[in-house]
C-alpha cells in the first residue's frame, strides 16, 4: 500500500498523559500537513512541513503540541498533557509540491488517528 | 465570519434527483479551490478541483464564482452511494497554500 499511513488508529488515554502519533506520507511528497477534525466540523489545519522544515504553525497549536519531521519523510505530533478537548481525529495529508501550478495538486490523506482522552 | 462557509445541511433527497450546494470564502485573493468527499469515519478524499472555467466529471459539476467568492457543486441523477459529507476546501493566497475546509455539508440519498 503505497498511500499515506498512520500509526494508531486509535488511541485512548488518560487527562494529563502524553501521547505521540506517527504519520508515513507518500514517499515523493514533500509536503505533510497535519489536521485536527472533531464531530460535524471540517478538518482545521494544524502544520505542515516541506521536507523537514516546518514552515507554518495554527495558533491552534497551543504549546502544548509539537511535531516533527526529522529527515523529510516520515512525521510525529506530540500531545502534552493531553486534555479532554484534545479528543479529536488527527488526520495527516501529503502532497508534492512545487512552485507554479501546484496549488493544484491533490492532497492525500491518511486514515487519522482518533484520540480520546477521559 | 468564517473563511469557508457551508450550509451543514442535512441534503435528504430521493434517488435520481439533482442536488446542488455552495460555499462562499472570505478571501478574495485565495487561488485554488476544491471539493472533497469524505465517508462517516473515513478520511477524506478529493472529488473534484474547480478551476475558473468550471468543471465536470460524469454527474458532478463544480464552478467558482470569483465576483461573488463562492464555488459550487451539483450532483445530477443522485445515487445512494453519494451519501456522504461534501468538504468545500480553498487554498490560501501566497506559496504557502494551506488548505481550509468548511465544516461540510452532508447529503443523504434515499432510495
Known amino acids: 500500500d503505497t498511500g499515506v499511513s498512520q500509526d494508531p488508529r486509535h488511541k485512548i488515554t488518560k487527562r494529563g498523559q502524553n501521547v505521540t502519533f506517527r504519520c508515513d506520507p507518500i514517499?515523493?511528497?514533500?509536503?505533510l500537513y497535519w489536521y485536527r477534525q472533531t464531530l460535524g466540523q471540517g478538518p482545521e489545519f494544524l502544520t505542515y512541513?516541506?521536507?523537514?522544515?516546518?514552515?507554518?504553525k495554527s495558533r491552534l497549536l497551543s504549546d502544548r503540541f509539537s511535531a516533527e519531521r526529522p529527515k523529510g519523510s516520515f512525521s510525529t505530533l506530540e500531545i502534552q498533557r493531553t486534555e479532554q478537548g484534545d479528543s479529536a481525529m488527527y488526520l495527516c495529508?501529503?502532497?508534492?509540491?512545487?512552485?507554479?501550478?501546484?496549488?493544484?495538486?491533490?492532497?492525500?490523506f491518511g486514515p487519522g488517528t482518533r484520540l480520546t482522552v477521559l | 465570519r468564517k473563511e469557508v462557509e457551508q450550509d451543514p445541511g442535512p441534503f435528504n433527497v430521493p434517488e435520481g434527483a439533482t442536488v446542488a450546494f455552495n460555499c462562499t470564502y472570505s478571501?478574495?485573493?485565495?487561488?485554488?479551490f476544491f471539493w472533497y468527499r469524505q465517508d462517516c469515519r473515513k478520511e477524506p478524499k478529493l472529488l473534484m478541483s474547480?478551476?475558473?472555467s468550471g468543471n465536470e466529471d460524469g454527474r458532478f459539476t463544480a464552478q467558482l464564482n470569483r465576483a461573488s467568492q463562492y464555488i459550487s457543486l451539483l450532483i445530477r441523477d443522485s445515487k445512494l452511494s453519494d451519501s456522504a459529507t461534501y468538504l468545500c476546501?480553498?487554498?490560501?493566497?501566497?506559496?504557502?497554500?494551506?488548505?481550509?475546509f468548511g465544516r461540510g455539508t452532508s447529503l443523504i440519498v434515499h432510495p
Open positions: 495529508a501529503s502532497r508534492y509540491w512545487t512552485s507554479g501550478e501546484s496549488s493544484y495538486n491533490e492532497q492525500f
Open positions: 514517499s515523493e511528497h514533500n509536503r
Open positions: 512541513f516541506q521536507n523537514e522544515a516546518q514552515l507554518e
Open positions: 478571501n478574495s485573493a485565495s487561488q485554488s
Open positions: 474547480v478551476y475558473s
Open positions: 476546501v480553498v487554498n490560501s493566497p501566497g506559496g504557502s497554500y494551506i488548505p481550509t
